[in-house]
Structures are given as C-alpha cells and as structure tokens.
C-alpha cells in the first residue's frame, strides 16, 4: 500500500512531472500533478525511465540499523504461545487454569491483570502466553505482518469435538507455519470422548504419536485443573524441539501487542521483546510514534527496570498510542527515533488520503 506523488516522484527522477504525467497518459492513467500512484504503478514508471523503484514501506524497519548478532549473544528464549479453539471450548478458563496454577496462593486474587500477556515460570522453563485468546489476534497480528507466536495451543472441548472454527485455528497454525499442540479439554464431562477428537484430527493431519504422528496432545480439565502441569511440560517439550534462540545483548525490539491512553500514566503500551534487552531509558519508535521508556511493568504489575526476549512488558513513555502489531524498535538515540516517527507519521498522512484512481483507456471512453 505504498505509495509516492507524481511531483515526488518526478523529483526523485530528476525529471519534470509533466513527463510522467504524458508517460502515465500513454498507460492509460490520468493523474495530476499531486496525485499519489502505487508503488507497482511508480515502478513500471520508472522502468519506462530506464529507473528502478526502491519500495520503502510505511513500517521500513531496515532504516534503523539492526546490531548483528555475535556467537555468545545467542541464548535460549522463552516460547510464546497463543490458545486457539473453536467458541467455549475453554480457552478462557485455560488460560486462567495456567496462571492460578503458576501464582502464588494469595497473590492472584490481589492483583488485577491489564497487561494483554502473561508469563508462567517452572523449574524447566519459562513460557509466555499472549493472554487475548482466538483468532482475531493472531490474524491481526499476521496481516500486520508481525508473527509473534512460537506455538498454537489448540483447545478442543471432548464432548464437542472439531468445530468450525477449530478448523479455522488449524488453518491460521498451518499458514504461519506455527507447530501445534492439542489441549483436549473438559475430559471431566461424562460425555467426553477424547479418541473421537483426535480421530477428526487426524483428517486435518495432526496425529498422536501413539498414532504413528508427531502432534503433541494433552487431555485437560481447565474446568477441574487436571493436567495443567503436563500441558506446560508438553510446550516446552514443543519449544525444546524450536530451539528458539536469540540475542540478548542488543537494543531491543518487539511488537506491540496493545495500546492505551491511561488517565494519569499517558500513553501505555504493552510490549512483547522479541530480541534484545529493553531497559529504562531506552529511546524507541513504535509503530507511527516514538518516545523513551520512563517506567515498565512486568505481568504482576511490578516495576521493572528491564526485560529481556519473550518478555511482555508494560511502558511508559510513548508519544502516542501505537496499534496492535506495530513494530517497536529501540533506537541509538532519541533524535533518530523521532526522525523515524515523524516520517512515518507522513506517510501514514499521505496513505490515508491516497486518492489513486487507475483509469484504463477502455473505460475512459466508457466514461465519456
Ligand atoms: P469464548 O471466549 O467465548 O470463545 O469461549 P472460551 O473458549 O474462552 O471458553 P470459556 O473458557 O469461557 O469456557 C466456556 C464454558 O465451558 C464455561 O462455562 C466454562 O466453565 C466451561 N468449561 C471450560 N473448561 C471446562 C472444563 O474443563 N470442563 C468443564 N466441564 N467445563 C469447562
Ligand atoms: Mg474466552
């Protein structure tokens, strides 16, 4: 959805606009002078120019400068798991199984969670789980072009078996090629019939390994706790066979997974760190805005002066309230963070009032 105008352009040829414009009218385009045309159409522009097009896009991340990775940077993360499933079979009570099954008794009743992820730690390891269960997340996520999730947790209720949108989910998993674990749940119902699942599974391709597959299950009560612990262990198994790796020495970067404007702390943006460390201080740009890190809070609340990968953080500091999805990217310094937000702030301006209209020679004359 990029896109540049004619006297831009033109600029940016070295050429006079009215050139592009007779160009333009030779393809079959009426533009004027200010209008924007798309990037494919700027580009066989160009080419007729004997010029070549570099598409930058909106959220270009190359423009800030990534720090390469040294052999010692590299550590084992955390994974990060989204719950899918198709309606009320329990993805809500799962995930709220799982974080009572990890907090200490007396500490979960007390604090409230806004924070839109959680993390859960066990003698293995650490998991995150992006705490908005469903699908709309993660599309939202992917058609930002952010993937975030290391594994789907596909919850399937025993007494109901596959439903539409547990189809949906496994089609989201496969697409972003994001392993899948099934979660059989509420196995404490007379009615359920785990084996029925996992034979309607089986013609979407996820087998048991007792089956002779190599898909993950687990046979669960969110309702009644069972199973909880073997379910964590089983991700991390998943997250053992990812060897998900990345650096932490570097500036952090991120998504941004949710964003608000809260009375009295500002714009609060809840991150996830995906490479890197994010400390106090830090200057960054998240999506169209930019900022510093006054203040960051982990999942309980709890000020923290810096989070490291597979961590999700609350932060202060953020000129605006960034979308879900939008990259977040620390910077080397302040002024190039808000560099990169005003000029991103511009062509957010310009795509919004794109006002591009391809006109083929056929329906021109239609149109007289
Ligand atoms: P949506 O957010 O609406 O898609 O539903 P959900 O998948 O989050 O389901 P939710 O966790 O809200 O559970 C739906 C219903 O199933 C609730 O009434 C739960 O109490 C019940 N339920 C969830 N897990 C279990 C379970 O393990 N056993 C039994 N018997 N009931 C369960
Ligand atoms: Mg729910």
């Not at 993805?91 to 979960?108: P, Q, W, Y």
């Not at 699908?135 to 594994?151: K, N, P, S, W, Y």
């Not at 612990?229 to 198994?237: K, P």
């Not at 702390?265 to 999506?287: M, Y």
């Amino acid at each position: 959805t990029e896109a540049i105008t004619v006297s831009e352009l033109a600029r940016k040829m070295n050429l006079k606009a009215s050139s592009l414009i007779t160009k333009l009218m030779s393809m079959g385009m009426m533009v004027t002078i200010n209008q924007q045309i798309d990037a494919d159409t700027a580009t066989i522009l160009a080419e007729e120019f004997g010029c070549k097009v570099n598409v930058v896009s909106l959220y270009d991340e190359t423009v800030i400068e990534k720090e390469q990775d040294s052999e010692d940077s590299l550590r084992g993360r955390a994974p990060v798991v989204t719950i899918m499933g198709h309606v009320d079979h329990g993805k809500t009570k799962l995930l709220d199984a799982i974080r009572s099954a990890n907090v200490a008794e007396g500490e979960f009743g007390g604090i409230t969670q806004h924070i839109g992820a959680y993390q859960v730690n066990l003698p293995q390891g650490k998991i995150t789980f992006l705490d908005t269960p469903g699908h709309e997340a993660f599309t939202l996520m992917r058609a930002r072009g952010a993937q975030v999730t290391d594994i789907v947790v596909l919850v399937v209720a025993a007494n109901d078996g596959v439903m539409p949108q547990t189809v949906e989910a496994i089609n989201h998993a496969k697409e972003a090629k994001v392993p899948i674990i099934v979660a059989i749940n509420k196995i404490d119902l007379p009615e359920a019939n785990p084996d029925r699942v996992k034979q309607q599974l089986s013609d979407y391709g996820l087998l048991p390994e007792d089956w002779g597959g190599s898909t993950l299950f687990c046979e669960v009560s969110a309702l009644k706790r069972k199973g909880i612990n073997e379910l964590l262990e089983t991700i991390l198994l998943q997250a053992e066979l990812l060897e998900l790796k990345t650096n932490y020495d570097c500036r952090a970067e991120g998504r941004v997974l949710e964003s608000k404007i809260d009375h009295g702390r500002g714009s609060v943006a809840t991150v996830l760190v995906q490479r890197g460390t994010l400390k106090i201080g830090d200057p960054f740009v998240a999506g169209v805005y930019s900022g510093k890190v006054r203040a960051m809070f982990d999942d309980h609340g709890k000020r923290v002066d810096k989070a490291e990968p597979s961590t999700p953080v609350e932060i202060l500091g953020c000129d605006g309230v960034p979308e879900a999805g939008d990259p977040f990217q620390v910077t080397e310094n302040e002024k190039l963070a808000r560099q990169v937000s005003v000029k991103r702030q511009e062509l957010k301006k310009l795509e919004e009032s794109k006002n591009v209209k391809k006109i083929t020679l056929d329906n021109l004359y239609d149109s007289i």
